[in-house]
């Protein structure tokens, strides 16, 4: 992961290498922001300060591609908080993108704690957000976390993702507008998952793909998914990776620092 970020840096850009006016605007004025803070997320800061302080333990069901940290089902909630919660300035970002494009539809495909969750529950309070979990008590945990915020916009999806998002991609009466996969970190279930929701996103939706250099399989589901004739814009920030559906925009794949 140290080359490919080493690669990263050598070809990365700012906004004097981005020649499409949407994204210019966008990574100047959402992405690339140095200073952010609205008071919204003051109780998530909070929240995670104690999550990590707690002793607590949970078991944990691991559907997906695992810790490389820890390899017991048995953890701490503040291990779980510090290693499988994103770092706060992807749900500052996450917050802002959902503030500029206002989603009606969002989708999460991996809970956990819930932190990611309530950041883009307080950008838009209104929007339907559906959150995908496969662990009960890591789910749980989560759920605790919402009714703390009073974050009643929020459906947990509890179950293996495999089964339940199908289910609930066919129930689905609204296209989704942004979603974030955070889910199984392999090729297949990762490519399988942009697949599934591929149908019910329309022009200006956002999709985002977490730790697409976190393994090899996940770089190649990357290339995959930015290759595909249906996505129009993309955004390599390494940590994450921006896909857009635009249907007035030329093909175009941008990486660029964050």
Request: proline share 5%.
């Given at each position: 992961m140290i080359a490919a970020y080493i690669k990263y840096l050598l070809r990365s850009g700012n906004e004097h290498s981005i020649h499409s006016p949407f994204l210019f605007e966008l990574y100047n004025n959402?992405?690339?922001?140095?200073?952010?803070?609205?008071?919204?997320?003051?109780?998530i800061r909070s929240l995670?300060?104690?999550?990590?302080?707690?002793?607590?333990?949970?078991?944990?069901?691991?559907?997906?591609?695992?810790s490389r940290v820890n390899?017991?089902?048995?953890?701490?909630i503040k291990t779980i908080a510090k290693n499988a919660e994103k770092p706060a300035k992807f749900g500052r970002l996450f917050y802002r993108l959902i503030q500029r494009f206002q989603p009606a539809t969002i989708l999460e495909l991996g809970t956990s704690l819930g932190?990611?969750?309530?950041?883009?529950?307080?950008?838009?309070?209104?929007?339907r957000l559906i959150t995908?979990?496969?662990?009960?008590?890591?789910?749980?945990?989560?759920q605790q976390?919402?009714?703390?915020?009073?974050?009643?916009?929020?459906?947990?999806?509890?179950?293996?993702?495999d089964e339940t998002?199908?289910?609930?991609l066919d129930s689905l009466d609204r296209p989704i507008d942004f979603a974030y996969f955070d889910a199984n970190h392999r090729y297949e279930p990762t490519v399988r998952y942009f697949e599934q929701c591929l149908p019910h996103a329309q022009s200006g939706s956002l999709f985002i793909f977490d730790d697409i250099y976190w393994s090899e399989e996940m770089t190649k589901a990357w290339e995959y998914i930015r290759a595909h004739p249906q996505v129009t814009v993309t955004v390599d920030l390494f940590w994450i990776g921006l896909v857009f559906f635009r249907n007035e925009q030329v093909k175009e794949d941008f990486t660029l620092r964050f």
């Open positions: 959402v992405i690339a922001v140095r200073k952010d803070d609205n008071p919204e997320y003051e109780s995670r300060k104690e999550l990590l302080r707690s002793d607590e333990q949970i078991e944990i069901l691991d559907l997906g591609a695992g390899k017991s089902n048995l953890r701490k932190l990611t969750t309530l950041y883009m529950s307080k950008a838009k309070p209104d929007a995908f979990e496969g662990c009960p008590q890591t789910a749980g945990k989560a976390h919402f009714e703390r915020e009073h974050a009643g916009n929020i459906e947990v999806v509890l179950g293996n993702i998002l199908p289910k609930r």
